[in-house]
């Protein structure tokens, strides 16, 4: 039986590292956030923190809070009938709940967590890469993440998957470590399938 990691966390905790490691292992890849990405491109905007940040609470004004959810269903339904899926940026209680109701037995909700410090410092040293034309690892100031985190926290309901995330993995050391914790993550739970 296939199953959805879904990676909850604030900006710059490693999310997208864990991502990474289990779109090597063959896991279906997820992003969430590129329809946000997606959207800006569409409508000819540059994709910069603050339009993002509109097209966010756009796209979630339209659609209501479960947006990127709702939108993202058809592709989970595909990826999850060709194998283990995993999901990178569920934010919203609203996206929670969805998935809960639709998937609750196939998916685990993992927590990468880093204080802010940590995450403000790793997004300042953030480099934007040609080949990452999907726009993934952009960096921000700290004065850019705080009002990132912020509004996330304030206007997107970005707590509540956080809390009730089935796994916690604590991210304050090396990118090595962190991969290191997903692979054995991942292979505990193919045991368990």
Known sequence: MNK???????????KSIGCDVLKEMG??????????????????????????KIMREALRKNYGMGAFALLSSPKIDAALKQGNVVIDG????????????KFGSFLTIICIHASPR???TRLEQRHILSEDTDVRMRPLT?????ARDYAEIENIEKGGPIAMADIMIVNESSEEELKQKIKELADETGKNL
């Open 4 to 14: 959805i990691f879904a990676f909850v966390g604030m900006c710059g905790s490693g």
């Open 27 to 52: 896991w279906n890849y997820i992003r969430f956030g590129q329809i946000t990405i997606d959207s800006l491109k569409e409508e000819g905007k540059a994709v910069t923190p603050e339009n993002e």
């Open 90 to 101: 569920l934010y919203s209680w609203s996206e929670y709940k969805i998935l809960m109701e």
């Open 118 to 120: 940590t995450r403000y």
């Open 142 to 146: 700290r004065d850019q993440a705080r």
